[in-house]
């Protein structure tokens, strides 16, 4: 069945850098662009970056524009989030979720994986 | 860029009782709303999309409506496992959230 399977979470420095991992399976992961959602600890849902299905196009949050990379591998059906110069405020759980596409611009996420922990501190 | 907004922020009921949850758009999102479900340590679970379609194996005690700026999440009757939190979203937009809670 459809899995999204999230993983390279963990404690960092401020200032250092880490990288998420999302594997898919299930589905053809080449057709779907992909995006990373972050929960941070007692606050909602925010949406931190996309990758169109054929990595052409990126888009990012304007709290991590800058410093987050979004990338794919999709020989490896793999979802990427290089995350440089980290901050306290980017402590969060980190979700990878597959689009599904109403038209052009409107989506929703049909399906998420559980999640990694981020911890940023000293 | 739109600005969702959840009301109330918790919601106090017991099993069997209807649950009303709000989410008002800053401008409209025509019908492309979506609402999931949260809970601690699950993956968040696509509940309604495109405003009342409710996804693959959802409860029919869950429904959704509205059009516009405003739009509803109704639990019919409170099952134990529905406390939870729920976000709306259109596009890169999600509201704050409303916490379902055991009264």
Redesign the interface.
């Known amino acids: 069945q459809l899995q999204l399977v999230e993983s390279g979470g963990g404690v960092v420095q401020p200032g250092r850098s880490l990288r998420l991992s999302c594997a898919a399976s299930g589905f053809t992961f080449n057709s779907y662009g992909m995006h990373w959602v972050r929960q941070a600890p007692g606050k909602g849902l925010e949406w931190v970056a996309v990758i169109w299905y054929d990595g052409s196009n990126k888009d990012y949050s304007d709290s991590v524009k800058g410093r987050f990379t979004i990338s794919r591998d999709d020989s490896k059906n793999t979802l990427y989030l290089q995350m440089n110069s980290l901050r306290a405020e980017d402590t969060a759980v980190y979700f990878c979720a597959r689009p599904q596409y109403s038209n052009n611009e409107d989506y929703y996420f049909d399906y998420w994986g559980q999640g990694t922990l981020v911890t940023v501190s000293s | 860029e739109t600005v969702l907004t959840q009301s109330p922020a918790t919601l106090s009921l017991s099993p069997g009782e209807r649950a009303t949850l709000s989410c008002r758009a800053s401008q409209s999102v025509?019908s492309?709303l979506?609402w999931?479900q949260?809970k601690p340590?699950?993956?968040?679970?696509?509940l309604i999309?495109?405003v009342s379609n409710r996804?693959t194996g959802i409860p029919a005690r869950f429904s959704g409506s509205g059009s516009g700026t405003d739009f509803t999440l109704t639990i019919s009757s409170l099952e134990p496992e529905d406390f939870a939190v729920y976000?709306c979203?259109?596009?890169?937009?999600?509201?704050?959230?409303t916490k379902v809670e055991i009264k």
Request: net charge positive.
């Open positions: 025509s492309y979506a999931y949260l340590g699950q993956a968040p679970r696509l999309y495109a996804a976000y979203q259109q596009r890169s937009t999600f509201g704050g959230g």
